[in-house]
């Protein structure tokens, strides 16, 4: 595998399921980030980790819950979500203390919450 | 804080001919900037950036985007664009030394290119 992986790629659940969505970087990076990306919205950033402890959580509602065990894995476990919680969760994952701020993306997971 | 306005939500153009999406930036501090591209039901992926230094920046697939300081703008090009082509943009700033390299990303334009 190279660069970012995100699985499952596809995601439907029940507001009452609890699921996790995974990330693997593979490129030796320090950080980490999770965005929400809706149809007509822009990119949102949900979480950064940084040398695996979050360092911004922006608003996000607590039935989003990340976790960063080490730099190259990132989760998010959902549970009790919304209907309108349905869209492109992206992973991206980046080195701090380049000077580039270049960050690297998966390929996304679709979450349907019906 | 920075922001990142891109002045089209949507873009036809036939193929072969030349295309601009435009991006205008606002931060109080000099910045890093970015275009990326996000083909259907995948991530983003770089298309180019710029850093500092020359203001002319070549990416992949024939872009290239032009950084201009006075008018805050960091607008994308194409001299002729192929159906492949068709796909979401998105135009990002960064500051330098922002901690956690954080980016903030414009709303994105449609590029549909038409036979």
């Known amino acids: 595998e190279t660069g970012v992986t995100q699985t499952p790629r596809h995601l439907v659940m029940g507001m009452t399921n609890k699921k996790s969505l995974k990330c693997e970087q593979h490129l030796g990076h320090n950080a980490m980030y999770w965005y929400k990306q809706s149809a007509k919205k822009p990119l949102e950033l949900m979480f950064v980790?940084?040398?695996?402890?979050?360092?911004e959580n922006n608003s996000v509602p607590s039935r989003f819950s990340p976790e960063c065990p080490n730099s190259s894995h990132l989760f998010l476990h959902l549970h009790t979500l919304q209907p309108e919680d349905s869209a492109l969760y992206l992973c991206?994952?980046?080195?701090?203390?380049?000077?580039?701020?270049?960050?690297?993306f998966g390929p996304g997971t679709r979450l349907t919450v019906l | 804080a920075q922001s990142v306005t891109q002045l089209d939500s949507q873009v036809p153009v036939f193929e072969e001919a030349p295309v601009e999406l435009r991006c205008n930036y606002s931060s109080s501090v000099s910045v890093y900037l970015f275009w990326y591209v996000q083909y259907p039901n995948q991530g983003l992926q770089l298309l180019l950036k710029y850093l500092s230094g020359s203001t002319l920046v070549k990416g992949i697939n024939g872009f290239e985007a032009e950084f201009n300081k006075s008018q805050t703008s960091f607008h994308l090009r194409k001299p002729s664009v192929h159906i492949s082509d068709t796909a979401e943009y998105f135009c990002a700033v960064s500051a330098p030394m922002e901690y956690g390299n954080k980016l903030v990303f414009g709303a994105g334009t449609i590029l549909r290119v038409k036979s």
């Open positions: 991206a994952s980046s080195q701090i203390g380049l000077a580039d701020n270049e960050q690297f």
């Open positions: 980790y940084s040398l695996e402890e979050r360092v």
